[in-house]
């Protein structure tokens, strides 16, 4: 009866109380078991944070971590929330933890490096897989990469082929792994290698000899992320052709919009790399073309929009199962090897330009100028190769040697040389990207997003088509310059007094080198005019 009905009626608080709104996603992931690897990457811990959050109802996640640099499994389970990522969770949920399992292995060794106990713990209770692990270095060895991105997800398919529980496998790709193409579709395409042979391969030649024919092996592909990348979604189309598997591919990943803080970035992979060189004044010329399309998503979007995937591709294989077609909805005539794929990219609905890029980056880093920066700005996107390379060597090569030495004589160690070689190889990398263009389709995760009921598309905003960039870059910007450099916002005064002073020390030296030049364009026109006259 409705409430305004109940005349001559007590109204209780009851009544007053409005039911909470159906989710399916969230409905979906209640009582779930969930195994996820690479929970210590940015996205993991993110996908974590989130089902802890949002999906209350899920029973436990288990999270594979593998020793690092001297520190233990449980050492780095432990570090994970120490980021401010889990703040919102310590203070509103503190006993989340304890549906947290730490699983000890390691992605880049056979079977995944589990212990015998753990492989039938998560055999007989995991119903979800999510796969976030993988080698995200462009310039990673080949045979390392090969392990972790191929043969890692060939062990974990395996694994989730014993559990009967199992309702979705989510499978993390790249919207780069077919970068060789211009146009990419939501599509199974030919992979350059099959995984048996290139595993076969790493395993025959030593590390000199694989070193020596990498670039052979790669042919066309720019880098061995992107090559082992293509040749494991290979594997996911034969081996995993009878299980709920959604192959999911985001584009480069950067800061969130909101989730769970505005600006979130603990990483200077791709694009981020470049801000934060600009924004301190270190990256001063990158080889691309302004005109073309930027192609990067953020990352609280990556986690909701792969979320859903898991739920949308569960409840498509429900189908399947039963064979029940009628509902238009199911899409089956579009699953390929009933292996749905998701392309999560920005291009076709809300494209960025680089130049557009540059222009937000200039504009919101100068309104909070860190005191680790280290130049004016002075970044500029060049077109031609040749230019690019007289810029390099005018603005980072000489400026570098000229500090290192007047740092050597101060007694102090050298290192903006060293710096900027790294600098140069991280352009070096990145200009492949940022000199193509790529004509994406995202059919798949349209239509996903207007499936979605109104709650879950609060819940799980991944609407790319209405984010506003600039307003998304004014967050962003303040992120990377609190979570990446480490300087927070009531700094920024002594910020914009050390950016003046770079400023102001930029120009006298322009004005210093320019008035050398035009002496020395005198002195020579004088001495051509004496020779000829």
């Not at 009626?9 to 409905?27: F, G, H, L, R, W």
């Not at 505005?262 to 302004?290: C, P």
């Not at 349209?446 to 991944?462: A, G, V, Y």
Request: with cysteine; hydrophobic share 40%.
């Amino acid at each position: 009866m409705d409430i305004y009905e109940q005349q001559g009626q007590d109204i209780t608080a009851s009544d007053m109380v409005q039911p909470e709104e159906d989710s399916d996603i969230k409905n979906f992931f209640n009582g779930s078991s969930i195994f996820i690897t690479g929970a210590t990457g940015f996205l993991g811990k993110l996908a974590v944070e989130k089902l802890l959050r949002t999906c209350t109802g899920v029973k436990k996640i288990f999270m594979l971590i593998r020793e690092k640099k001297g520190r233990d499994s449980k050492q780095r389970f432990e570090e994970i929330f120490n980021e401010p990522t889990f703040d919102y969770l310590k203070r509103y949920n503190p006993s989340f933890k304890e549906k947290i399992h730490l699983i000890t292995g390691d992605i880049s060794l056979p079977d995944l490096g589990l212990s015998d106990t753990d492989k039938l713990t998560l055999v007989q209770e995991v119903d979800c897989v999510m796969h976030y692990a993988a080698t995200v270095r462009f310039d990673e060895k080949l045979r390392l990469a090969t392990y972790i991105n191929v043969r890692g997800v060939r062990d974990l398919i395996l694994l989730a082929k014993q559990m009967k529980k199992l309702r979705v496998f989510l499978h993390v790709s790249t919207a780069f792994s077919n970068c060789i193409r211009k146009d990419i579709g939501e599509i199974f395409y030919d992979p350059p290698i099959t995984a048996e042979k290139l595993l076969n391969l790493v395993e025959c030649l030593d590390d000199s000899q694989l070193e020596a024919i990498t670039k052979t092996i790669l042919k066309d592909f720019p880098n061995t992320y992107a090559f082992t990348k293509c040749v494991a979604e290979d594997v996911l189309k034969k081996e995993g052709k009878n299980l709920p598997i959604a192959l999911y591919r985001p584009s480069i990943v950067i800061g969130t919009v909101k989730e769970p803080v505005a600006g979130w970035i603990n990483n200077i992979y791709g694009a981020t790399g470049v801000f934060i060189g600009v924004a301190v004044g270190l990256l001063r010329s990158l080889l691309g073309n302004k005109n073309n399309k930027a192609e990067m998503v953020p990352a609280d979007y990556v986690v909701n929009s792969s979320l859903a995937s898991m739920w949308d591709v569960a409840t498509i294989k429900s189908l399947n199962k039963n064979k029940e077609f009628e509902d238009p909805e199911c899409r089956e005539d579009k699953l390929e090897k009933n292996i749905p794929i998701y392309n999560y990219v920005s291009t076709p609905q809300n494209p960025l330009t680089w130049e557009r890029f540059s222009i937000l980056i200039e504009k919101h880093a100068k309104q909070i100028p860190s005191e680790k920066v280290m130049w004016h700005f002075m970044f500029k996107m060049r077109s031609n190769y040749y230019e690019h390379i007289i810029a390099i060597f005018l603005l980072h090569t000489i400026p570098a040697y000229l500090v290192d030495f007047v740092l050597l004589c101060l007694g102090k160690k050298p290192m903006l040389v060293k710096g900027y070689q790294k600098i140069n190889k991280f352009a070096d990398v990145l200009a492949y990207f940022t000199t193509r263009e790529w004509k994406f389709k995202n059919d798949n995760i349209q239509s996903l997003w207007k499936r979605m009921k109104p709650h879950d598309k609060e819940l799980f905003d991944f609407n790319i088509e209405k984010l506003n960039w600039d307003l998304y870059f004014y967050t962003y910007t303040r992120g990377a310059r609190v979570y990446i450099l480490k300087d927070p916002l009531d700094t920024i005064p002594k910020g914009k007094i050390k950016y003046y002073k770079m400023m102001i020390l930029h120009y006298t030296l322009l004005a210093i080198f320019s008035a050398l030049l035009l002496r020395f364009i005198f002195i020579l026109l004088g001495y051509m005019f004496r020779i000829l006259f």
